[in-house]
């Protein structure tokens, strides 16, 4: 599988470390039910098949956390930018 990395351009995925759902928000440690909400953000997980977006850190090179909007099933990438905003 190729990645492009907006700033090396395309490189192998093994340069690359997956870092999970794009959308999993990192829980509130201060809340009541802190220990609870850390499992269910860490254990409790969809596995879609089909266009999933994801972090992925370009471990190997420049270093950027990337969002990937990629497929599941085929592993096609439709889309790759910085990950900016995003928060974990």
């Not at 009541?32 to 254990?43: G, M, R």
């Not at 471990?59 to 990629?70: E, G, P, Y």
Request: hydrophobic residues 35%; glycine residues 6%.
């Amino acid at each position: 599988m190729r990645v492009r990395c907006p700033f090396c351009g395309e490189r192998d995925a093994s340069e690359f470390t997956f870092h999970g759902d794009a959308s999993v928000r990192r829980p509130d440690p201060n809340a009541p039910d802190a220990a609870a909400k850390f499992f269910e953000s860490v254990y409790i997980r969809d596995n879609p098949a089909g266009r999933y977006e994801e972090l992925w850190y370009h471990a190997s090179a420049c270093r950027s956390w990337l969002r990937v909007a990629r497929d599941t099933r085929t592993h096609e990438i439709f889309a790759v930018g910085l990950a900016t905003g995003t928060a974990r």
